[in-house]
């Protein structure tokens, strides 16, 4: 490892022993939530380790009006992919709250403490074979229990792949959360940590093989797992070794390291790692080393691994991936991906990170930043040449420290040893003279696993879905830009849903470009009852309709500050747009007139159509929808519009949500404004 990883220039956070929190609202965050009932998690280690607190996070969504009872039932957001062209840009506003504040310039608007927050994710391939039955072991999934997945170390010096393999297949359990996988856990918990570390006064304990791994840190002396999340990966960063996520944005409050984030990501740079091989000759997923000369020393071989979005297996000869990239704008490359491998490959390079200053919020406030409005960072989502729809996680990191020690420069050196007389620059819960005659000191509360600390959030598994496979009967799928339009928050008053929010639209003020694309969709839980123990807040579920649930519409007002909806025959949002897609089953997009999209957005899907259509709205018989939505899907995949431009631009559309709107407890409302095509923001610039 060179000076810089030996420095750790990183994720070092936070004062303090409260639970600090970062909650995830757009997409849902977790939280380490999955179905409960219970205004507290069950689980803290299901997936991740948050350092949030227990009450925080959304249930992951419902197919339908009821539970689910298997991962069959749950709701997956889906986001349709960015296109191959300039122009063809699909965005998602990520919308988080931070407790302990962020942003501001280090120079001219210096906040309490420093700040990162790092926003990536993970994907892999979408398999329609697999199922609730027949999981893949690594494959991303959401569970349908809250147990932790299992983990059963090596306990053989010279193992067997097919050892390796029972190990594996004896402890990952398919009815249980899959982020990382199995693997990736068993190599952090075989490699030793990095020792150039500062660790303070903290001290670090040894796996079953007698030496300290990747899963001990400053923040995690102990070793817990939480779920098969490697504690070194998640509180440095950038992470040194090869890792499963792709970068998207550091977000700061002092820009002057943004060159040093950009140039350092895995993104930017391939990341070294032992390679060595099982007793029966095939490569090992694992290894003891991460320093090069032990690795050699040791029989292995030290070698990079590049981070890409994808391989792109269409191509096989360098030749036919330059055609395929001067064909579709693919930004292909031909090359290794592991050198050890030492095999060449069509491969799509990981993006460069975007790094900029953050959105300012105050210490001590889980709301909205300085204008306003929620915290908020604008991802352009990735395109996949290969055109396969992907199944991913996001996740979101806070990380803060103080200026009580230098966090880009503070290392091994400065860490506690008694036998070299050594003092760590900030120790446990220290007494402090302040000078009084009487020498009577003051106690600081300080927890040096927390001075310097890293808070995170995760989604649910979200589908990215290739353009080409949903929207071919539109000529221009690949070229037109897509705005998502969302819910957020979960049922409940301020004081009952608290950390996490209340219902409403996000973004809830959209400025759109005539040539703009709307998909509007929303996710629910039939089992947001917030009921006991609620931990250190308020058990409860207030609101319209059956308890535990979440409903949504969409329908017309005449101003925002009106809480009754226009009759259809005066509403024009729908008149002055047209349907793109739909997800309505057996229902011709192009075919349903303006009637028919406001019923299908009124009653969140229940209907799809007035006449024409099996879900129809007039209907003789069967069960009608009821007045609250409460036979409603609680999930709705929604549809995607274009405005038209004759009799839309300069226009406001508000609208509401009908169950959720109470006036004086809850607002969800919002508004759609058409800008003008020479509007300076629908001037297109290529931004791929």
């Not at 003020?509 to 931990?535: F, K, Y």
């Not at 059956?546 to 500050?561: A, I, L, P």
Request: hydrophobic content about 25%; charged content about 20%; aromatic content about 10%.
């Amino acid at each position: 490892m060179n000076s810089w990883t030996v420095r750790a220039f990183g994720l070092l956070l936070l004062v303090g022993s409260c639970w600090a929190d970062c909650y995830l609202h757009n997409p849902r965050g977790s939280n380490n939530r999955l179905n409960e009932r219970s205004a507290n998690r069950n689980n803290g280690n299901r997936a991740f380790d948050s350092q949030n607190n227990n009450r925080g996070g959304y249930n992951v969504g419902d197919q339908t009006d009821a539970a689910f009872n298997n991962e069959d039932g749950q709701y997956n957001m889906k986001f349709f992919q960015s296109g191959s062209t300039s122009t063809g840009a699909s965005t998602l506003e990520i919308e988080w709250t931070n407790q302990h504040g962020c942003g501001g310039n280090e120079d001219t608007d210096p906040h309490k403490l420093n700040c990162q927050m790092v926003l990536q994710y993970m994907c892999q391939d979408n398999d329609p074979t697999q199922n609730a039955n027949n999981f893949r072991n690594d494959y991303l999934r959401n569970g349908r229990t809250t147990n932790t997945q299992n983990f059963n170390a090596r306990t053989r010096k010279n193992e067997t792949m097919a050892q390796a393999t029972t190990r594996e297949n004896n402890a990952v359990r398919e009815d249980r959360v899959i982020h990382e996988s199995w693997q990736w856990y068993d190599s952090c918990y075989e490699r030793e940590r990095n020792k150039g570390l500062f660790t303070a006064d903290q001290r670090l304990r040894t796996n079953r093989n007698g030496y300290s791994s990747a899963q001990y840190t400053r923040q995690n002396p102990n070793g817990n797992r939480r779920g098969y999340e490697c504690p070194e990966e998640r509180d440095y960063y950038p992470y040194w070794h090869p890792n499963p996520w792709v970068d998207i944005a550091v977000l700061t409050d002092n820009v002057t390291q943004c060159q040093r984030y950009v140039q350092e990501s895995y993104n930017s740079v391939p990341r070294h790692q032992c390679f060595q091989k099982f007793a029966t000759g095939e490569w090992s997923h694992y290894s003891r080393w991460n320093i090069k000369e032990k690795c050699e020393a040791n029989g292995g071989v030290w070698g990079w691994k590049r981070n890409v979005l994808e391989v792109y297996t269409n191509a096989t000869t360098a030749a036919a991936c330059s055609n395929a990239n001067a064909t579709n704008n693919n930004n292909l490359r031909w090359g290794w991906v592991n050198s050890v491998e030492a095999t060449n490959w069509c491969y799509v390079p990981a993006p460069s990170v975007e790094c900029k200053q953050g959105p300012w919020s105050r210490v001590n406030h889980l709301g909205n930043g300085r204008e306003g409005v929620p915290l908020n960072y604008t991802w352009r989502l990735p395109y996949f040449p290969s055109q396969k729809d992907k199944r991913c996680v996001f996740r979101i990191r806070y990380n803060i420290s103080t200026d009580d020690y230098d966090p880009m420069n503070t290392n091994v050196t400065h860490n506690k040893n008694a036998a070299l007389g050594r003092r760590s620059p900030v120790e446990q819960n220290p007494n402090v003279n302040i000078g009084s005659k009487t020498n009577h000191p003051l106690r600081l509360a300080i927890n040096t696993a927390q001075f310097g600390r890293t808070f995170q959030d995760r989604s649910h598994i979200i589908l990215l879905r290739s353009r080409k496979n949903y929207l071919t009967s539109r000529s221009d799928y690949d070229s037109r830009p897509i705005r998502n339009l969302n819910v957020r928050g979960k049922r409940g008053n301020i004081v009952q849903t608290f950390p996490s929010v209340e219902y409403d639209f996000i973004p809830n003020r959209m400025e759109v470009c005539p040539d703009e694309l709307i998909h509007i969709q929303w996710t629910g839980s039939n089992t947001h009852n917030n009921g006991n123990p609620a931990g250190d807040g308020q058990a409860g579920d207030a609101g319209e309709g059956t308890k535990g649930t979440d409903r949504h519409n969409m329908v017309q007002t005449g101003e925002s500050n009106i809480n009754f909806p226009l009759p259809y025959e005066q509403t024009t949002i729908w008149k002055d747009t047209g349907m793109y897609w739909t997800s309505f089953a057996n229902t011709n997009s192009s075919a349903l007139d303006s009637r028919d999209i406001s019923i299908a957005m009124a009653s969140s899907g229940y209907y799809e159509c007035h006449t024409d259509c099996t879900k129809k709205a007039n209907k003789q018989s069967g069960t009608m929808l009821n007045n609250l939505l409460n036979n409603a899907p609680a999930s709705f995949e929604g549809a995607m519009f274009y405005v038209r431009p004759a009799t839309a631009t300069g226009k406001t559309y508000q609208y509401i949500c009908t169950r959720n709107n109470n006036f004086t407890n809850r607002s969800q409302k919002g508004w759609i404004k058409v800008l003008a095509s020479s509007h300076p923001k629908c001037q297109r610039a290529d931004t791929k």
